[in-house]
Structure formats: structure tokens, C-alpha cells
Nanobody, 120 residues
């Protein structure tokens, strides 16, 4: 069973920075897309950023220029560097990964979530 273990959340003041990490283990197949989603209280889960295959990245408009997603292929780890954090970034952040098995099936996995709280 694939495991996604997140770390790096916490409490920070507005304007501060945090770096989230998500390490994938027990992978059988190819780890393709990795991403970070977030869900604020009373809101739907939204895609924050993803990194596809060799490195194409996408960001939701609200974090462009402030967040950066990156990936360490050797460690099967994805990072989210969050700078100039704003109170509206407060949410539970979830790691997401798509794995394609050697038989060609694609499965999606989620991490347990890590809380990010930005105080004003």
C-alpha cells in the first residue's frame, strides 16, 4: 500500500514562509503527477499546485509568485515552498500522487493532511 507522509505545516505570521514535504513510499510502478491540495473550513478542496512527469508545474492563481512546487525524483518526495503567506492561505494541505502500475492502471493516493495556519 502506497504511503504519503507529509510534514512541515504549522503556525506562521502573515508574510512568513513554510515548506511542506511529502514523501511517497511502497511504490510499485511509476510515480507520475504529484500535487498539493488544500481545504479551508467550509470550503471545497482545491488544487494549489501540481508537478507533472518531468517537471511541468501548474499553480492556482492565488498562489502564483508566492508558492513553488518541486520534486526530488530520487527520494520520491514533493515539496511546496510557501512564501509571503497570507491569512487566506490557512487550510489543511493534502499531498496527492498518481501512480501508474506496470500493467498500465493509474491509481490516486492522498496524504493525511497537514495544518497550515497564517495569523494576521
Amino acid at each position: 500500500q502506497v504511503k504519503l507522509v507529509e510534514s512541515g505545516g504549522g503556525l506562521v505570521q502573515a508574510g512568513g514562509s513554510l515548506r511542506l514535504s511529502c514523501a511517497a513510499s511502497d511504490i510499485i510502478g511509476d510515480l507520475n503527477t504529484m500535487a498539493w491540495y488544500r481545504q479551508a473550513p467550509g470550503k471545497q478542496r482545491e488544487l494549489v499546485a501540481n508537478i507533472i512527469g518531468g517537471g511541468t508545474t501548474n499553480y492556482v492563481d492565488s498562489v502564483k509568485g508566492r508558492f513553488a512546487i518541486s520534486r526530488d525524483f530520487a527520494k520520491n518526495t514533493v515539496y511546496l515552498q510557501m512564501n509571503n503567506l497570507k491569512p487566506e492561505d490557512t487550510a489543511v494541505y493534502y499531498c496527492y500522487a498518481e501512480i501508474k502500475t506496470y500493467r498500465g492502471y493509474t491509481y490516486a493516493y492522498w496524504g493525511q493532511g497537514t495544518q497550515v495556519t497564517v495569523s494576521s
